[in-house]
């Protein structure tokens, strides 16, 4: 499975967006890019996904490179309840059914 | 809510023991998926089932086992149980089996093995 390197841990403000960062240098033509976040005791929840077309949903924005090696999820303004791990995974239709999950990245929102 | 439902919530047993998580995936899943949760391990990937066919396996134990009913329900049986094998257990629902398509997730059944 292609690989997707996030950072560790982010911090934003309250209200103020967010930028998170996935690097994945090794998509493939067929991987399609989607989003998880897990909140605290919760499973992990569907956020977004894409191809090669920025994407929007009621949730978050998705903005993908021109060349698909590295995307960016965007929080418009973020709310304490965005305090969560984020997954960057990369979904390829012909070796994969496994949709395997990196350490993502623990946002904490400061109020 | 995802529409994805797992039971127990909670289960506690003893090692050596036997036990089954229960899942129900949202209206219209075809696809289900197991994943083991450890604090030192992070999210691991177990097994996929699709329309009562096994389609992946990843890092699941021969202790462990699972299957798909005809009504799409699926359960996870953990034997012998270690106390290794504590974790929260996930599973997910897919409408289709394509790269596209989105993973709900239940809540997870958290097992404790004394």
């Known amino acids: 499975d292609a690989k997707t390197t996030q950072p560790n841990s982010m911090e934003s403000n309250e209200e103020e967006p967010v930028h998170l960062p996935c690097n994945h240098s090794?998509?493939?033509?067929?991987?399609?890019i989607h989003w998880y976040r897990q909140l605290p005791s919760q499973g992990p929840e569907y956020v977004i996904h894409?191809?090669?077309s920025n994407v929007n949903n009621r949730m978050a924005s998705l903005a993908i490179a021109e060349d698909r090696k590295s995307s960016t999820l965007i929080l418009h303004r973020a709310t304490l309840r965005d305090a969560a791990v984020y997954y960057c995974?990369?979904?390829?239709?012909?070796?994969?059914?496994?949709?395997?999950f990196g350490t993502g990245t623990s946002l904490t929102v400061i109020p | 809510d995802s529409g994805v439902t797992q039971t127990p919530k909670h289960l506690i047993t003893a090692t050596g023991q036997r036990v089954t998580l229960r899942c129900s995936p949202r209206?219209?899943?075809?696809?289900v998926y197991w994943y083991q949760q450890s604090l030192d391990q992070g999210l691991q990937f177990l097994i996929q089932?699709?329309?009562?066919?096994?389609?992946a396996k990843g890092n699941i134990l021969e202790r462990f086992s699972a299957q798909q009913f005809p009504d799409l329900h699926s359960e996870l049986n953990l034997s012998s149980l270690e106390l290794g094998d504590s974790a929260l257990y996930f599973c997910?629902?897919?409408?289709?089996?394509?790269?596209?398509?989105?993973?709900?997730f239940g809540n997870g059944t958290r097992l404790t093995v004394t």
């Open positions: 209206s219209g899943d075809l696809s």
């Open positions: 089932y699709y329309n009562g066919e096994e389609r």
């Open positions: 090794t998509i493939s033509g067929t991987d399609y």
């Open positions: 995974i990369l979904r390829d239709v012909d070796t994969g059914n496994q949709f395997y």
């Open positions: 997910a629902s897919s409408a289709r089996d394509r790269a596209n398509s989105p993973l709900h």
């Open positions: 894409g191809l090669t």
